[in-house]
């Protein structure tokens, strides 16, 4: 059973284009987080939800709009694509409540390949 | 600029042999966490260390946190060539929430066999 699932795993899309990335995780946590990784292998994170909140916003360019349905999932939508977004995109997932080591672990799905031509 | 800074960038080393790798942030922290990415996966929790705490094992694993100097060290003892991944420090910054982990570029660990 994956824990924190991504999809889709490889996206290969034109500058200007629309594209949306999909995250789900299976573990009953509340919180979810999108990151993204550069060439260099550089993680920052982008967004955070907590139970359908928006509570992490980072300096991200406004093109991308996090939307989440249901605490179970936290989808990422790019618009207007361009050369500098490809990157490797990963959720992750922590458990908004509980003991603080269990709310400080975050679980990562496998990552999303994002080219731009 | 970043928060975390992993050195060595790479490391490689033989079977058997100790890995090393250190971390180095900028601000008061509330905890420091290390992750493994082996390639082209995503990041896997390996261990937590509070900023009150000095020292944390699991299994061969060993880390410490050196808050005076803002840095920490995860030791792997009698590697694995199943051990080479990428090793990423992350650090939760005091007053940023606990959800608020800022990543460092991580250390490339290759074990020969």
């Known amino acids: 059973d994956t824990a924190v699932s991504q999809t889709p795993k490889y996206l290969v899309t034109q500058m200007g284009n629309d594209k949306s990335i999909k995250c789900e995780q299976n573990?009953?946590?509340?919180?979810m987080y999108w990151y993204k990784q550069d060439s260099k292998k550089f993680l920052k994170i982008m967004f955070s939800?907590?139970?359908?909140?928006?509570?992490i916003n980072e300096t991200v360019p406004n093109r991308f709009s996090p939307k989440s349905p249901d605490k179970a999932h936290l989808n990422l939508h790019i618009n207007s694509l361009e050369l500098g977004d490809s990157a490797v995109y990963f959720c992750?997932?922590?458990?908004?409540?509980?003991?603080?080591?269990?709310?400080?672990?975050?679980?990562f799905g496998p990552g999303t390949r994002l080219l731009v031509l | 600029s970043q928060q975390g800074e992993e050195d060595p960038q790479a490391l490689s080393i033989q079977e058997g042999e100790n890995a090393t790798m250190n971390c180095s942030y900028k601000?008061?922290?509330?905890?420091l966490q290390w992750y493994r990415q082996n390639s082209g996966r995503g990041l896997v929790h390996l261990i937590l260390?509070?900023?009150?705490?000095r020292e944390k094992h699991s299994g061969r694993l060993r880390v410490t946190l050196d808050t005076s100097k803002k840095s920490s060290s995860l030791l792997i003892t009698a590697s694995r060539a199943a051990d080479t991944a990428s090793y990423f420090c992350?650090?939760?910054?005091f007053g940023g929430g606990y959800n608020k982990l800022i990543f460092g570029a991580g250390t490339r660990l290759a074990v020969h066999p």
């Open positions: 260390i509070r900023s009150n705490e």
């Open positions: 992750a997932s922590s458990q908004g409540e509980g003991l603080p080591k269990q709310r400080e672990t975050q679980y």
């Open positions: 601000t008061s922290i509330n905890n």
């Open positions: 939800y907590n139970n359908k909140e928006l509570i």
């Open positions: 992350a650090t939760a910054p």
């Open positions: 573990l009953g946590h509340d919180t």
